[in-house]
């Protein structure tokens, strides 16, 4: 089933997004160069609320609240911080996914995304996708600012 499969890619990449977070310093997690307009912290924050939010509140009525401008705005994050948001997406995506049946996936999802409407099998496609481009971004800034 589509749940179980997005379950593990999703897991597998957020353990590639801690894996990039432990190989940075903690003052180069936070910083920009040249055309990057967000560091690899403000990124991994990003992440982390995004899946919380559409997941976790929207799919899983997780009572998460977002704050989407501090995900962009803070700096500085303790890294035991950033891993536990990553762990704690982890957890949200083990306990939502496995709850949606054939049904609920091809469902419009709640919410409109870009001013369009989606089926949420779909967006959930699109998570993980999102997921991915900017794990390649922090990726990349660990490349370019550390080696």
């Known amino acids: 089933m ?12 957020l353990d590639r997004l801690k894996k990039e977070i432990e190989a940075f310093d903690t003052e180069k997690l936070w910083m920009v160069d040249g055309d990057m307009t967000n560091s690899a912290g403000n990124l991994c924050l990003h992440l982390c609320g ?8 929207v799919l899983g009525g997780s009572g998460y609240v977002r704050e989407r401008d501090r995900e962009f705005n803070d700096t500085n994050v303790d890294k035991a911080i950033l ?6 997406s982890k957890e949200v ?3 939502t996914l496995p709850l949606l049946s054939r049904e609920d996936l091809q469902k419009e999802y709640p919410l409109t995304i870009l001013g369009n409407t989606m089926i949420t099998d779909l967006f959930l496609l699109h998570l993980l996708g999102h997921l991915n481009y900017h794990l390649g971004q922090i990726n990349y800034c660990r490349r370019l600012l550390v080696g």
């Not at 749940?3 to 597998?12: I, K």
């Not at 891993?83 to 704690?88: A, G, P, R, S």
């Open 50 to 57: 995004n899946l919380q939010h559409y997941i976790g509140a």
């Open 93 to 95: 995506i083990k306990s």
């Open 83 to 88: 891993y536990d948001l990553i762990d704690k």
């Open 2 to 13: 589509l749940t179980q499969s997005l379950t593990l890619l999703f897991e597998r990449d």
